[in-house]
């Protein structure tokens, strides 16, 4: 059974396109099969998957053409399918472990005018139409990244996804859009034809230590509740203080979000995956992924699928 999960916040810059990125990255580590959709006209995700539409020398079909073509055809996503192209070896022509496991239905600029057929009859059951007839089957898990807003392109994905995941840094504006996203779809899931869409989770990223990002990630806290994928992990230390005096204080040894390291802007801008980065500095990275993937598998997927 395929697991369909979109990523969304209707504020941008939360790193939505590396959470999807990277997490099936982390699904594929797993043994799982993922199938990455972009649904974001600005093709980061579809980009940093080693997939990047052109139209003179590399004029693959995208999401765009799918869509237009399942106004009338039904499993018309499997003929824009492409492999994920990450490679290793001194040459390069060798696919990683991970680029075997994920493919994707890659995204381009023009996919904007998509957004404009919003008022034809069935469009937002385009995407749901395009993975219909059983191909989707051979994954176990289909991720969608989305663009950030509630317009008529995220709404494909509401109709069609089994859980939402909310990325959101801890600040007032991305909580808010993470608020936004799960009062839309509290309001208008049934109006999507999807009455069982639900919040899977909600992952803060960006994380850094400051008196604001505590204040929102409370405030993330009361609103979602156990939704929120609080990642903290403390263990109790001797700890001495200035006075020379020893006593057992709990130490944060893991944050609760995803800390802004420069390992994740070598990787999108470099298009790998952080298992390129085998040094201290990626083996920290991949540890966010890591726990991201282990909550997907423990919440979200069927047990059976659960790698």
Request: glycine share 8%; charged share 25%.
């Amino acid at each position: 059974m395929t697991t369909t999960i979109m990523f969304a916040n209707n504020k941008g810059g939360v790193a939505k396109s590396q959470v999807c990125v990277q997490t099936a990255a982390a699904l594929a580590r797993r043994g799982l099969d993922v199938l990455v959709i972009d649904m974001d006209p600005q093709a980061n995700a579809s980009r940093r998957l080693g997939v990047v539409f052109d139209e003179a020398t590399n004029p693959i079909p995208t999401i765009s053409e799918v869509l237009l073509a399942a106004s009338s055809t039904e499993g018309a996503g499997q003929g824009a399918v492409t492999p994920c192209t990450w490679t290793q070896g001194d040459e390069g022509q060798i696919p990683t472990a991970e680029a075997e496991r994920i493919d994707l239905i890659p995204s381009r600029f023009d996919l904007i005018n998509r957004a404009d057929e919003a008022a034809a009859v069935g469009a937002v059951r385009r995407l749901k139409k395009a993975l219909a007839g059983g191909w989707t089957e051979a994954y176990d898990v289909i991720l969608i990244d989305t663009r950030p807003d509630l317009g008529h392109l995220v709404q494909m994905p509401m109709a069609v996804a089994d859980f939402v995941v909310i990325p959101t840094d801890a600040t007032f504006d991305g909580a808010n859009g993470a608020i936004e996203v799960r009062t839309f779809i509290e309001k208008h899931a049934e109006d999507l034809g999807n009455p069982n869409l639900r919040i899977g989770g909600v992952v803060v990223t960006r994380w850094r230590t400051t008196n604001e990002a505590q204040y929102q990630l409370e405030g993330l806290t009361q609103e979602f509740g156990d939704l929120l994928w609080n990642m903290r992990e403390t263990e109790m230390r001797e700890v001495t203080s200035t006075d020379g005096t020893t006593e057992l204080k709990e130490v944060e040894t893991f944050p609760p979000g995803i800390k802004e390291l420069t390992r994740f802007t070598e990787a999108d801008g470099a298009a790998v995956s952080l298992s390129a980065y085998t040094d201290e500095r990626g083996r920290t990275a991949i540890a966010f992924y890591e726990k991201i993937a282990d909550r997907i598998a423990s919440e979200l997927l069927p047990i059976g699928e659960r790698a």
